[in-house]
């Protein structure tokens, strides 16, 4: 008896979750990207700075932004897409974007957010955006992404 032409073999239906997991963080952060260059939904445009913390941008009032910071979105979620194709990538995007993420956090948090060094820029809704969102990824990509397979991408 031949097996339906639809069904997905037991590896393939368990890669999903963590390719969906990534493409979504993917999506979101392409979406965010953008975002920071609306008027309205950011304030301050005519304020945006490329990079320094002098950027009077903020997506949603909210948080800080500036070209490079949407740069940085926008590089991330095309990552993220590209990346869902196979389990493997996909795993990877969440757990090493994950802690690129909780890195950005930590810098953040030690840096002098009036200072030079904060070149992104960075504020404290940032920080903490990027604390919740690099454990979420990396969180995701444990749980979803099971076992490593010895074949990167598999």
Known sequence: ????????SRPARSARPVRSAAGLVGLVLL??????????????VDEMAFAG?????????VFQ?????????L??????VVMSRTAGTARAFLVGGGFVYLLLWLYGVLVDL????????????????HLGLGAAMVLLGVVL??????????
């Open 114 to 129: 009036d200072g030079d060094a904060n070149f992104v820029p960075f504020d404290t809704a940032d920080n903490w955006l």
């Open 65 to 73: 932004v500036s070209v490079l910071h949407n740069a940085v979105h």
């Open 75 to 80: 590089l991330f979620g095309a990552a993220g």
């Open 1 to 8: 008896m031949m097996a339906p032409r639809h069904s997905l």
């Open 53 to 61: 913390h002098e950027s009077g941008a903020e997506l949603f009032g």
């Open 31 to 44: 979406v965010v990207a953008v975002l920071g260059f609306v008027p309205g939904v950011t304030t301050g």
């Open 145 to 154: 992404g099971g076992r490593r397979s010895r074949a990167f991408g598999r």
